[in-house]
């Protein structure tokens, strides 16, 4: 099994930054995918940004130029940096990994408003 433990949420106003960070733990693969997903309410998950453990990345439409992912290997990490927050980007945020076994985080609430 993998677990995963996401943090760094919260409030922030439009145009501000945030940095979620997710930490996975357990029967890690050399070989896998990790990244972010979000839900709005009354909307389906959607990919964010993921990245490959070759470093190959892949973000939403919505977000690039805004939001960063990297990972970082030594600790079974990965991070999403979240600039120019709009209110549309309002959503729980949920660590996906993705390997020889998959897993979901918790969930992360982000809110962006005034």
């Known amino acids: 099994q993998v677990q995963l433990v996401e943090s760094g949420g919260g409030l922030v106003q439009p145009g501000g930054s945030l940095r979620l960070s997710c930490a996975a733990s357990?029967?890690?693969?050399?070989?896998?995918?990790m990244g972010w997903h979000r839900q709005a309410p009354g909307k389906q998950r959607e990919l964010v940004a993921q990245?490959?453990?070759?470093?190959?990345?892949n973000y939403a439409d919505s977000v690039k130029g805004r939001f960063t992912i990297s990972r970082d290997d030594a600790k079974n990490s990965v991070f999403l940096e979240m600039n120019s927050l709009k209110p549309e980007d309002t959503a729980v945020y949920y660590c996906?990994?993705?390997?020889?076994?998959?897993?979901w985080g918790q969930g992360t609430q982000v809110t962006v408003s005034s």
């Open positions: 996906r990994y993705n390997g020889y076994r998959q897993a």
């Open positions: 990245i490959s453990s070759g470093g190959a990345t």
């Open positions: 357990g029967s890690i693969s050399r070989i896998n995918v």
